[in-house]
C-alpha cells in the first residue's frame, strides 16, 4: 500500500538496505496528520456512540425540580425528541469525523505517487548507479556500463513522471483538506454559543419539544465542540503541508526544497556552456506550469478522444508506400553532374553549327582570321559565366537544419529525486555526484599552487595554498557558507614525524607549518566540509633549501613555492648526471 512506502517499514526493519528514503519530512507529517485525524474520529464514536445522547424533562422541572414527574425516567420521550430538538451537526458530527479520516487514510492507498511502481523504479534506477559511483565500483569503469548509465540518465533528466505524479496526489490532498477544515468548522459553529449558523443547519426547537411541553439538553456538545476545533487545527497544518509539498512540484528554483536547481543551472563544461537548461524566472515557471494544468484540463481530453476514433477506425492498419529518400549530399552532386553535362552538350551543338554555316558560306578564310579574334572575346564571355555559376550556387546552397530549443528541465525526474534525496542525504554528496556523472572538474583536481605558496623567512613558516577547483568548488562554498565553507584539512610528514597545520588570518584554506630548512617533507592532505571528508588530495613532496639568501635577495621575505621545486629539481638532474658519469 502507498502509506508502506512512506513508512519504508523494510528500512526501518533492516531487510532493504538498498532502498532510498523517498519519504522527506513533510510526507511523513502528512501521514502522520491524516492518523491524528483517524484517532480523533474514533476517539469520538467511542465516547459518544453511534447515536447521540439527549436528556429531555418535563419543561417545569427546568425552574423548579420538586414536582415529581422530574424524578421519572424519561428515556422514550427523549428518543422521541430526537427527530425535534437534534441538528444535523448535532446528530452526525461523529460520523463526519470518521467518514473524513477514512477519506484522508484512503488517498494514501491511491497508487498515484505513493505505492506506483513506476515511481518506485524510477528512484531504483537512480539508486542503482548512484550506489556503483559512490562505492566506486570496478564496473564503473567499463565503456559499456558508462552508456548504459548515460541512457538511463537522459530518461531521468527528459521525464516528468515524478513530478506529475507529486503534484497530482498533494493536489486532490490539499483540496480534500481544504474541503474537509470548511465541513468540520462549519459544524463547529454550530456548537458554540455565538449563535453562527452559516449553513442554516441549526435546530428551530430552541431545545423544546412536544409543543414546548418538555425541556431537551445535548450532554455531549462540548465533547464535539472542543475535538472540532483540534480537528480544525490538525486539517490546517496538513493544508499547509500539502501545500507547501505541491509548491515543491512546480519546481521553482531556490524556493520550496527546490535548491539544487539553482546549483544545476551553474554547471558548465569544458566549452563554457552551461550543461542543464533550467528556467530561473519564477514568473515564466508559473506560466508554464498554468498552460500544461489548461492543456492536461481541456486538451488532453480531446487528444486522447481522437486517439480512442483513430484506434478503433483502424487508420493506422492503411499501408502506406515506402518512399527510400536519398541523402541530401548524394541528390546534390548529381544535380551539379547534370547541369555540368548539359552546358557541355549545348558549347559543342554552338560550336558545330557554326563551323557548317561557315562550310556552307565559303567564308572558310574569314572564319580563320575571325577565330583569332573571337578568342578573347571568348575569354571574356567565360568570366560572366563563371560569376553567374558562382551566384547559383550560392542561391542554392542548403540553409542549416532548425533545430527545437531545449525543453527546461526544471520538472525532470533527476532534479526532482535529488532535491527529495536533499531532506535526507547531505546536499555536498549529490553536488560531488554532479561531477560524475557530468563533465565537470571535481574537488580531486585541486594541487597545490606552488606559484601562491611561500616559505617566510622571518619565522621558518611553509603557507601552503591549492589551486580552485572551479564551479563544483564555488558551489560548496555557497551551501557551506553558513558553515564555514570548505575547509582543507592536512600535515606535513618530514623527519621529526607529523607535524600538524595551523590556519592563516589571510585564507581559512591556506595550511601553515613550521619547517626546517634543508628538510624534505611530504604533504598529506583533504578537504573536508561539515566535518566530513569530501575528497581525497593527492600528496605533494618538496624539500626546503639550505641556504635562503639568494632567493631573498631575488623574491624577498616570502620566497614562493616555485622556487623550491625547481631548485630540487636542477639538484636531483644534476647529481643524476654525475653519477652517470661515474658509472661511465
Not at 159 to 183: E, F, M, P, Q, W
Not at 206 to 213: E, R
Not at 343 to 362: F, I
Not at 420 to 429: F, H, P, V
Request: proline letters at 4%; hydrophobic letters at 40%; aromatic letters at 8%.
Amino acid at each position: 500500500m502507498a502509506f508502506l512506502d512512506i513508512l519504508n517499514i523494510p528500512g526501518l526493519l533492516g531487510t532493504d538496505l538498498h532502498a532510498f528514503k523517498r519519504a522527506n519530512i513533510y510526507d511523513k507529517l502528512d501521514l502522520g496528520l491524516a492518523g491524528v485525524v483517524a484517532l480523533i474520529g474514533v476517539s469520538v464514536l467511542i465516547l459518544n456512540g453511534f447515536s447521540s445522547p439527549l436528556t429531555c424533562v418535563p419543561a417545569g422541572c427546568s425552574s423548579s425540580g420538586t414536582s415529581t414527574n422530574c424524578a421519572l425516567d424519561w428515556t422514550y420521550q427523549s428518543g422521541l425528541c430526537k427527530n425535534e430538538v437534534l441538528s444535523l451537526p448535532d446528530a452526525n458530527f461523529h460520523y463526519l469525523l470518521v467518514v473524513l479520516a477514512l477519506l484522508l487514510v484512503g488517498l494514501l492507498t491511491v497508487p498515484i505517487y505513493w505505492g506506483s511502481n513506476a515511481s518506485k523504479e524510477l528512484f531504483d534506477n537512480f539508486y542503482y548507479i548512484w550506489a556503483k559511483l559512490k562505492n566506486g565500483d570496478e564496473e564503473c569503469k567499463d565503456v559499456e556500463w558508462k552508456r548504459r548509465m548515460h541512457f538511463v540518465l537522459d530518461q531521468l533528466k527528459s521525464g516528468k513522471t515524478l513530478s506529475t505524479r507529486y503534484a497530482i496526489y498533494h493536489g486532490l490532498a490539499l483540496v480534500l483538506d481544504l474541503v474537509a477544515l470548511v465541513v468540520v468548522g462549519l459544524f463547529t459553529l454550530n456548537f458554540t454559543d455565538l449563535g453562527l449558523d452559516p449553513l442554516g443547519v441549526a435546530s428551530t426547537s430552541g431545545g423544546k419539544c412536544a409543543a414546548d411541553g418538555f425541556t431537551c439538553a445535548i450532554p455531549n456538545r462540548d465533547l464535539f465542540k472542543w475535538f472540532g476545533v483540534l480537528t480544525c487545527l490538525v486539517l490546517l497544518v496538513k493544508a499547509v503541508i500539502n501545500l507547501k509539498c505541491l509548491l515543491f512540484s512546480l519546481g521553482l528554483p531556490g524556493l520550496f526544497g527546490r535548491n539544487f536547481l539553482i546549483y544545476a543551472d551553474n554547471l558548465k563544461d569544458n566549452s563554457d556552456k552551461s550543461i542543464y537548461n533550467i528556467q530561473t524566472n519564477p514568473i515564466m515557471v508559473l506560466l508554464h506550469t498554468l498552460l500544461v494544468v489548461l492543456k492536461l484540463i481541456f486538451i488532453a481530453p480531446i487528444q486522447w478522444l481522437l486517439a480512442f476514433c483513430r484506434f478503433y477506425a483502424r487508420k493506422h492498419d492503411s499501408p502506406k508506400e515506402i518512399i527510400k529518400r536519398l541523402s541530401a549530399t548524394n541528390i546534390r552532386a548529381e544535380q551539379k553532374e547534370t547541369k555540368k553535362v548539359e552546358k557541355e552538350a549545348k558549347a559543342l551543338e554552338t560550336a558545330v553549327n557554326g563551323d557548317d554555316a561557315a562550310v556552307k558560306n565559303g567564308d572558310a578564310a574569314a572564319k580563320n582570321g575571325d577565330a583569332k579574334k573571337e578568342k578573347p572575346k571568348e575569354k571574356e564571355e567565360k568570366k560572366p559565366k563563371e560569376a553567374e555559376e558562382k551566384k547559383e550556387e550560392k542561391k542554392e546552397e542548403p540553409k542549416s537544419t532548425p533545430l527545437v530549443a531545449r525543453p527546461a528541465q526544471n520538472w525532470s525526474d533527476l532534479f526532482f529525486i535529488i532535491d527529495i534525496l536533499s531532506y535526507n542525504i547531505d546536499q555536498c554528496d549529490l553536488i560531488l555526484f554532479m561531477t560524475k556523472i557530468n563533465p565537470v572538474p571535481g574537488l580531486e583536481n585541486k594541487k597545490v599552487n606552488v606559484d601562491i605558496s611561500y616559505l617566510d623567512t622571518s619565522n621558518n613558516t611553509m603557507v601552503v595554498s591549492h589551486t580552485d577547483a572551479g564551479v563544483i568548488e564555488s558551489l560548496l562554498d555557497t551551501e557551506l557558507a553558513t558553515e564555514g565553507g570548505l575547509q582543507i584539512v592536512g600535515w606535513l610528514e618530514g623527519p621529526t614525524g607529523i607535524m600538524w597545520s595551523q590556519r592563516t588570518k589571510d585564507s581559512p584554506k591556506n595550511l601553515a607549518f613550521a619547517v626546517s630548512l634543508g628538510s624534505t617533507y611530504e604533504l598529506v592532505s583533504a578537504v573536508y566540509g561539515r566535518g566530513r571528508m569530501l575528497a581525497r588530495l593527492q600528496n605533494f613532496t618538496f624539500q626546503c633549501p639550505q641556504d635562503t639568501k639568494k632567493q631573498m635577495k631575488k623574491y624577498g621575505q616570502n620566497i614562493p613555492l616555485s622556487a623550491f621545486i625547481s631548485q630540487s629539481l636542477f639538484q636531483k638532474f644534476s647529481s643524476d648526471q654525475g653519477s652517470q658519469q661515474k658509472n661511465e
